[in-house]
């Protein structure tokens, strides 16, 4: 087993190679390790039975235990989104910007690799190969950490990854796994300046905080989804009720699923019994402040906890609002930045919410779990970022570039 530091310093040695591969070269590789996913389709599956037994026996979640199993029609799935990378344009090398300056330098400004991106993820193993195939495609070399629930699974993509581009003539080192599942190895690749030049973490809330607060390489944030759906006072509600239902419970465990609904005080009593009635579909457990509990008594009363909370599960928080003010001002408080909603048919009240609310991304009568890359044509994504700097949304291909100026002279001095 390497260490994180021997890991390190294989992949900076490896990105030298990879920064200069051409298209044709990293779409080899690509549809090689797409090959090879479904080609070793049973040693996966059988590693993945291990890790499963092992989830239950621990008392995992349903959710979580969803997230972490893999079958054929999943494995298949992740070859597909391999060769879907292939297909997308090569975001390194493209001119960003030129210009001639006065004294005949000629200055552009073109894409390049970031160099070497470390990604910590949690219990979904598919991440393994959708996060090496883009930051392959980017020129990057890569460093995988997963969770030790996944361990055996991860362990075997990742070898199969490997040995897939070295087939094409890559190095193995394009494509690097952490084994050691311990706290210390987390904490070695967040402070490994030496070799990573961006680390992504990819996982829960508290994932992501222990990344932010205590990495010394530079993080971009992702992930982390309290969005909220508010219903305004000229709401469609049967609009309201399927945009709810569909935010809420099509998946429940990622992070553009809905968490939090705000209901305007003068709809609420005819809104929420007919949102509720849909939600309980799905026996989804509502945590509701005072007002929505009258209405509804069977809600559950919400705690302070509840309404800043990523549930990842079948629940979520309801809370009665005066105005699209205070759901504004509700959301700058408990929001994560991530995808806010209002549904509403009074066009100046949606546009006071685009315009005001603080997010990746901020929606007008549509449910939340548009937020992705691939929905919104801008091909699959590592994560969604809900930092300002660098990269904002859908973390895809482009995110996944750096940049540097050529300057372009015949003998100019200063």
């Given at each position: 087993?390497k260490?994180?530091?021997?890991?390190?310093?294989?992949?900076?040695?490896?990105?030298?190679?990879?920064?200069?591969?051409?298209t044709?070269?990293k779409?080899?590789?690509?549809?090689?390790i797409?090959?090879?996913?479904?080609?070793?389709?049973?040693?996966?599956?059988?590693?993945?039975r291990?890790d499963m037994?092992a989830?239950?026996?621990?008392?995992?979640?349903?959710?979580?235990?969803?997230?972490?199993l893999?079958?054929?029609?999943?494995?298949?799935?992740?070859?597909?989104?391999?060769?879907?990378?292939v297909?997308?344009?090569d975001?390194?090398?493209?001119?960003?910007?030129?210009v001639t300056?006065?004294?005949?330098?000629?200055?552009?400004?073109?894409?390049?690799?970031?160099?070497?991106?470390?990604?910590?993820?949690?219990?979904?193993?598919?991440?393994t190969?959708?996060?090496?195939?883009?930051?392959?495609?980017?020129?990057?070399?890569?460093?995988?950490?997963?969770?030790?629930?996944?361990?055996?699974?991860?362990?075997e993509?990742?070898?199969?990854?490997?040995?897939?581009?070295?087939?094409?003539g890559?190095?193995?080192?394009?494509?690097?796994?952490?084994?050691d599942?311990s706290?210390?190895s987390?904490?070695?690749?967040?402070?490994?300046?030496?070799?990573?030049?961006v680390?992504?973490?990819?996982?829960?809330?508290?994932?992501i905080?222990?990344?932010?607060?205590?990495?010394?390489?530079?993080?971009?944030?992702?992930?982390?989804?309290?969005?909220?759906i508010?219903?305004?006072?000229?709401?469609d509600i049967?609009?309201?009720?399927k945009?709810?239902?569909?935010?809420?419970?099509?998946?429940?465990?990622?992070?553009?699923?809905?968490?939090?609904?705000?209901?305007?005080?003068?709809i609420?009593?005819?809104?929420?019994?007919?949102?509720?009635?849909?939600?309980?579909?799905?026996?989804?457990?509502?945590?509701?402040?005072?007002?929505?509990?009258k209405?509804?008594?069977d809600?559950?009363?919400?705690?302070?906890?509840?309404w800043?909370?990523?549930?990842?599960?079948?629940?979520?928080?309801v809370?009665c609002?005066?105005?699209?003010?205070?759901?504004?001002?509700?959301?700058?408080?408990?929001g994560?930045?991530?995808?806010?909603?209002?549904?509403?048919?009074?066009?100046?009240?949606?546009?006071?919410?685009?315009?005001?609310?603080?997010?990746?991304?901020?929606?007008?009568?549509?449910?939340t779990?548009?937020?992705?890359?691939?929905v919104?044509?801008?091909?699959?994504?590592i994560?969604?970022?809900?930092?300002?700097?660098?990269?904002?949304?859908?973390l895809?291909?482009?995110?996944?570039?750096?940049?540097?100026?050529?300057?372009?002279g015949?003998?100019?001095?200063?």
């Amino acid at each position: 087993m390497k260490t994180v530091y021997e890991l390190g310093k294989g992949a900076k040695e490896a990105s030298r190679f990879l920064a200069v591969a051409s298209t044709e070269d990293k779409n080899r590789a690509l549809l090689s390790i797409a090959s090879a996913l479904e080609e070793n389709c049973e040693k996966i599956l059988e590693k993945n039975r291990i890790d499963m037994e092992a989830a239950k026996n621990s008392g995992i979640n349903p959710t979580m235990l969803d997230r972490l199993l893999l079958t054929k029609e999943r494995i298949k799935g992740m070859a597909d989104g391999v060769r879907e990378v292939v297909s997308l344009p090569d975001p390194v090398g493209r001119t960003l910007d030129s210009v001639t300056r006065p004294n005949g330098l000629e200055i552009t400004k073109v894409s390049v690799p970031i160099g070497v991106i470390a990604v910590i993820f949690e219990a979904r193993p598919n991440v393994t190969s959708d996060a090496a195939s883009l930051c392959l495609k980017a020129g990057n070399c890569v460093i995988l950490r997963g969770g030790k629930e996944a361990i055996n699974s991860n362990t075997e993509i990742a070898l199969v990854m490997r040995n897939a581009v070295k087939k094409v003539g890559f190095p193995e080192d394009c494509i690097n796994f952490v084994e050691d599942v311990s706290r210390q190895s987390a904490t070695d690749l967040m402070t490994l300046n030496e070799f990573v030049d961006v680390l992504i973490p990819r996982g829960g809330a508290g994932l992501i905080q222990a990344c932010v607060k205590n990495a010394t390489v530079p993080v971009i944030e992702t992930g982390t989804g309290n969005c909220h759906i508010y219903v305004d006072k000229s709401a469609d509600i049967e609009m309201a009720a399927k945009i709810v239902f569909n935010a809420k419970t099509s998946r429940p465990s990622v992070c553009n699923a809905a968490e939090s609904l705000l209901i305007h005080k003068d709809i609420i009593s005819s809104a929420l019994p007919i949102i509720k009635k849909r939600l309980d579909e799905k026996d989804v457990t509502l945590h509701g402040d005072e007002t929505s509990r009258k209405i509804c008594p069977d809600i559950l009363p919400a705690t302070d906890e509840d309404w800043g909370k990523e549930y990842l599960s079948f629940d979520m928080s309801v809370k009665c609002v005066e105005s699209t003010e205070e759901a504004i001002d509700w959301i700058y408080k408990y929001g994560t930045k991530h995808s806010e909603s209002i549904i509403t048919e009074d066009k100046a009240e949606a546009e006071k919410f685009l315009n005001n609310v603080d997010a990746a991304a901020v929606y007008h009568n549509a449910s939340t779990r548009f937020t992705d890359g691939g929905v919104f044509g801008l091909g699959a994504e590592i994560g969604i970022s809900t930092q300002k700097l660098h990269a904002r949304g859908p973390l895809g291909l482009n995110e996944l570039t750096s940049m540097k100026f050529v300057v372009r002279g015949d003998g100019q001095i200063r």
